[in-house]
T-cell receptor, first 115, second 114 residues
Framework: TQLLEQSPQFLSIQEGENLTVYCNSS?????LQWYRQEPGEGPVLLVT?????EVKKLKRLTFQFGDARKDSSLHITAAQPGDTGLYLC???????????????FGQGTILTVHP | ETGVTQSPTHLIKTRGQQVTLRCSSQ?????VSWYQQALGQGPQFIFQ???????GRGNFPPRFSGLQFPNYSSELNVNALELDDSALYLC?????????????FGNGTRLTVT
């Protein structure tokens, strides 16, 4: 069983459309992170959300943390081809020692934006 | 500021062989974590090194081992390679005393086991 379930797994849209990606769990988290990974590169952190109900905006990207801190969403407005990539949500999970740096990721959403 | 660099970028090995992957952490970072990412999946945590010692391990067998050197660079070693070890191996560095600083990932090493 995945700790984090992301949906949809694949998303193929036209430039200018809006979209939402979801990250769900039955567990409560103190914080949750969103990353974007482009082909041939490592993941890059987009945002960290820490407070239930929190909304953060990064240009055309809007991130929301659920009130119960079990789920999160990423909404992209007027998608552009440059938004194409793998979107990952991740949470810190205990694996012994300190918890810092031990991220557990969802399986990701592969987004393709066509010109 | 130098980012995280990994070498080699691509590698092809045969089942049963051994492989060593290398990572140079970002300047100022003394903690290195390794992740395995299968095609189309999210990365899975292998282990973390801090002060040259393993500081936590994910669900990977002992044939996955690592080292961290005094300059904070790190190696991932995999023995007795299996076909399922084919994946992108990502290294991420972080500053151990700053829990709010993000993980900085390298671009990975693509390992193919035939």
């Amino acid at each position: 069983t995945q700790l984090l379930e992301q949906s949809p797994q694949f998303l193929s849209i036209q430039e200018g459309e809006n979209l939402t990606v979801y990250c769900n769990s039955s567990s409560v988290f103190s914080s949750l992170q969103w990353y974007r990974q482009e082909p041939g590169e490592g993941p890059v952190l987009l945002v960290t959300v820490v407070t239930g109900g929190e909304v953060k905006k990064l240009k055309r990207l809007t991130f929301q943390f659920g009130d119960a801190r079990k789920d999160s969403s990423l909404h992209i407005t007027a998608a552009q081809p440059g938004d194409t990539g793998l979107y990952l949500c991740g949470v810190l999970a205990n694996a012994g020692g300190t918890s810092y740096g031990k991220l557990t990721f969802g399986q990701g959403t592969i987004l393709t934006v066509h010109p | 500021e130098t980012g995280v660099t990994q070498s080699p970028t691509h590698l092809i090995k045969t089942r049963g062989q051994q492989v060593t992957l290398r990572c140079s952490s970002q300047s100022g970072h003394n903690t290195v974590s390794w992740y395995q990412q299968a095609l189309g999946q999210g990365p899975q945590f292998i282990f973390q090194y801090y002060r040259e010692e393993e500081n936590g391990r994910g669900n990977f067998p002992p044939r996955f081992s690592g080292l961290q050197f005094p300059n904070y660079s790190s190696e991932l070693n995999v023995n007795a390679l299996e076909l399922d070890d084919s994946a992108l191996y990502l290294c991420a560095s972080s500053h151990s005393t700053d829990i709010n600083s993000p993980l900085h990932f390298g671009n990975g090493t693509r390992l193919t086991v035939t």
